[in-house]
DNA sequence: AAGTGGTCTAGACCACGAG
DNA sequence: TCGTGGTCTAGACCACTTC
């Protein structure tokens, strides 16, 4: 049987299991009941059990190996990719107060850096726009972020006090399903030091990431810079599951942009 | 039917699909098959294609959206988690040529974070470990090792001209599943600098790991700091299965160590 | 309306871990 | 040896996309 409107069971199922966890109702390190046992508490098939724990595997939340029971393993912050996606609603989800300016916007051609990550053709009209991100009032973060001609038409309209792009875009029936993030250092040119209110050559935290919606096609292409001391990123990964990749940089320094 | 001894249907599908894939053979957004289609083509079931498609979707190769078949991403840089836990096995699947050296190590009592971490007891014994790693004879990362006092045992034993750590702790018996991974910006003490031979206070961008056996019992938490321009990280996510977290960095800067 | 992926079931056998 | 998770099957219905 499949759900009728939109949560599946085995997402009810993990999110169950995984507030049981977070409440300490197992404790760390301690066991979780068998597929078995859990499928028979929800009235639910085994099968459904599996999907549900698959999730909680992959996200860290507990172990699994042959032979014994899952385990619980340390609390884990879990973020929604929603929370990933969109500086105002990972602000949000940490009570923090969200703000940002859009410092320049204007339509140009894009480089070939862009084309590629956008998946156009050298040349084509995108929408770049450079925006300033607060967290409770202070500057942490530039981003500078270039839009396909569709999707930039959109962020056009929005009002210029647009807190959350994210949700404008929503709002217009543009989803993002996957992304694409690279970590590595960057160095504050003038624009950011004096955003950021710090001097040129700071050394910052940089996230390079390109969005895509359901279907695949490229949705926005970013550049973000952090001060130091402001975020951290984390990976989980697992023989199970591996979505963390380290590469050897061979950037296209500073001179692209 | 079960597999008789170690590869899964599934994964060999997969290994297939994605062979298939970046051969190019459908094309960079082209479209995959059905699963009907692929189940008789292979001659299992849907559930098991299934299976090898989700490998798929995680590490971002393919798309799924219900009512259309799959389509290909971008050409994905896949590393398995070998090669993510072991800076050697990253380095050869790079056709680099690693190398590595113990600079310092002792035997000590855990600090506060080291303990946590471990999930040891405060003032448990660890082994402590400083080595520099070289990609071609060039030094990239700094590595600050703690081990809790069984694995740390092991360690010690290994010829001191080891390479791989990892796959001398393999040799024994010890085995990795799990890893936590923070990202973040850091500043080179005068040890850091003295062995990258850089001036000290440069920024170095820092990867804490944590990681852990099938049990969930931790094997070694690290510190590596590398020089700016040598590597990046990337990860993929997606509706489907986030690993990546981006969090609030409450650092416990410097003096922790 | 037809095709496709998403969800769910019920049952089977296997491989591994632990007693 | 027994319990547990890992793999696989066969079939069902649903929701969404596309024509």
Redesign the interface.
Known sequence: MANSQGTARYRQLAAALRADVLAGVYGE?GRLPSEEALAETHGVSRGTVRQALALLR???VV?S?RG?RR????QP?????A??SSFTR?ARS?G?EPGGSVVASEWRAADAVEADRL?LAPGARVLWVLRLRTLGGEPVMVERTVYPEAVGALVDSLPPDTVSVTEGLEAHGIL??????????AFADPDDARLLTCPAGT???RERRRT?D???LPVEWSEDRYR????????????A?????????T?D?EQSR
Do not use: I, K, Y
């Open positions: 390190g992959a996200e860290g172990t190996r014994t385990v619980v393993l340390e912050r879990v973020q929604s990719f929370e990933l990972w940490l923090e998946r993002l399903a996957d992304a694409d993030h690279t970590l590595d250092l050394p910052l935290l895509s359901p279907t695949g130091a001391g402001t975020v951290a990123f984390t990976v989980h990964n697992s023989l599951s591996t979505a963390l990749t380290r590469m050897r940089d950037s320094q």
